[in-house]
């Protein structure tokens, strides 16, 4: 770490948003991660487009987070700069139109369409990611996804360069998208909605949430869904018959409440979670000859 990168970075954003060897596990939902060179909290595009070509011009490593809900974060934690939106959060609409920061998180931006009366965003009412996250994974739940309702992004490019980029252009696909294959930035995502009636949407919403707190363990720190759903398959269908709710390691555990999720019941390590992962993935091969491939995005250094 160099005290001169540290020194320049608090020239391009406000000395209070730029953090040195800065503890990760404080930023995602599993509560693990180890440290990060330089954290910084940009406040505008501008400062965001500043930070990318600083990284670039100076060949110092950048890497985005979101909230870090569908995130781990080895325990090695992440060299150079670690660059998070969460303080580009606002939100507007304009007709049936609703444009939202990247760092907003999906959730929220689900109740401003419900406050706006706009219909098409309810699915994303239990998504815990940010807006930026949810385009990168092409987020879904409920029989809804983010490629249903987007209309397009602004972007920046790891030149720096600003874009508006169509959804046919981001090759939405199942939990993958375009963002996931290069080196782009999304700053916002406009959403295509329709208007409805308040307390219509507001009773999905709330049926939704029901259902999602009912079956899903969020009394316990977790990355979500820790697996795709594999072709002709469930995932925590898989992980329960291979009798592997409740599979310890360390701090990990599979839950008991859904087997798909995996959580943190006390003190875990990214490490206790990478390797529980790989002890299901193998047990459920063995048992079902299914390869089960993490959602779950699994950065950092051991």
């Known amino acids: 770490m160099s005290t001169q990168t540290f020194s320049d970075l608090q020239k391009i954003v406000h000395p209070s948003n730029v953090k040195m060897n800065e503890p990760l596990h404080n930023y995602t939902f599993t509560k693990t991660g180890g440290k990060a060179d330089y954290f910084v909290t940009p406040k505008s595009y501008q400062e965001v487009q500043a930070i990318y070509t600083y990284a670039e011009n100076h060949h110092i490593p950048l890497t ?11 325990d ?11 303080q580009l959060d606002s939100m507007h609409t304009n007709g049936e139109e609703l444009t939202v920061q990247s760092g ?8 401003y369409a419900l406050e706006n009366h706009l219909t098409g965003l309810e699915f994303a009412c239990g998504i815990p990611g940010s807006v930026g996250g949810a385009l ?9 996804e983010i490629s249903d309702v987007l209309k397009d992004a602004l972007v920046i490019t790891h030149t720096g360069e600003l874009k508006t980029l169509h959804k046919d252009e981001l090759e939405l696909g199942y939990r993958s998208s375009r963002f996931s294959k290069e080196k782009l930035l999304v700053l916002e995502a406009t959403f295509l909605l329709q208007k409805g009636e308040y307390e219509d949407i507001k009773s999905k919403m709330d049926e939704l949430t029901f259902q999602r707190e009912s079956k899903q363990p969020l009394e316990f720190p977790s990355c979500g869904s820790v697996f795709k759903r594999p072709p002709g398959h469930f995932a925590g269908k898989l992980i329960q018959d291979s009798g592997l709710q409740g599979k310890q390691i360390g701090g990990a555990q599979v839950s008991t409440k859904h087997a798909g999720f995996i959580v943190n019941v006390g003190s875990a390590t990214a ?8 002890y299901v993935q193998k047990t459920v091969k063995s048992k079902f000859d299914v390869e089960l491939e ?9």
């Open 76 to 86: 090695g934690g992440i060299r150079g700069i670690v660059m998070t939106l969460i």
């Open 271 to 278: 490490t206790d979670y990478l390797e529980l992962i790989q």
């Open 104 to 111: 907003a998180a999906i959730i929220q931006a689900s109740r």
């Open 294 to 302: 993490t959602e779950v995005k699994i950065i950092g250094e051991d």
């Open 136 to 144: 990168y994974m092409n987020a879904g739940a409920y029989g809804g």
């Open 64 to 74: 985005i987070v979101g909230n870090g809900s569908n995130m781990i974060i080895k």
